[in-house]
């Protein structure tokens, strides 16, 4: 079996399942990714991407860029804590195009799983709640700018 | 948030009203109150979300309009649904013997409070 796969499929892939799940439950499809995080989460912790380690947000900083790097999920992904604001910038985002094809037509980037991560991990094991505030482009072409709002339990 | 919890709080006197939950279009459940605490209203954000939005997107395919509020009975309660703005929803969790009408009525008198404290 290969162990890597032509992200084009995979957007493929989401790009149908999203603008499915946005024709059936309009904007609450972002609820859907919140709901989803945490069993994306588990499921990375028993494939061996184990986020356990962070009980902090310069480790879930470190953990979660290196993870999205590795994955080649993006180039590069550095956080900033101002705050309450935990802001997130990603260099050349695998997902940009996808996102941008969707938003043309009317949808939303409530899939992406950067802000689904974040959000799951700072709830998880930073033991805070967590919003998403903003995601959109930022920078060159594929660069993404994420600001996640993290606030006491 | 103070005052949300107040004005929830107000809602959960309404006789047959049990709870009453904000949650965001994202399923963050903004604020919750329930008057007996048995409700975990933390846990029901993404499914008060998805459930008013499916029904909003119903309305749209059959072309009848904005949702203002949506009722769904239960063999052991009642859920009466509305919008606050753009961005988020309320949700009353009602016992099976409430005034519906009186409870349809408080949902539509107090929102647009409700959606300006938001």
Known sequence: MVDKIDTRAVSGILYGLYKALHGLVGDSA?????KAAPDILDQLGKLGVD????????KLSQKLGE??????LCDKMAFSLNGSELTANITQCSFFDLTKRLKEEGIPPFGCPFAALTIAIAEKNLGKKARLKKLEPAGAPGDTVMVVELMDK | MANLKSQLGDFVKVDG???AVIVGRDGFVIEGISNDGKLDVETVGAVISTGLGSSEVMGRELSV????????EFDNGVLV???LGRDALLCLVCANGANLGNV????KKRSPELATAL
Do not use: E, P
């Open chain 2, 65 to 72: 309009g904005a949702l203002t509020q949506t009722m769904i």
């Open chain 1, 67 to 72: 993870t999205a790097v590795n994955a080649g």
């Open chain 1, 51 to 58: 986020f356990s380690c962070v009980d902090d947000v310069d």
């Open chain 1, 30 to 34: 972002s609820a859907v990714m919140r």
């Open chain 2, 17 to 19: 009203i049990n709870a």
């Open chain 2, 104 to 107: 349809r009525l408080q949902l």
């Open chain 2, 81 to 83: 649904m509305g919008t």
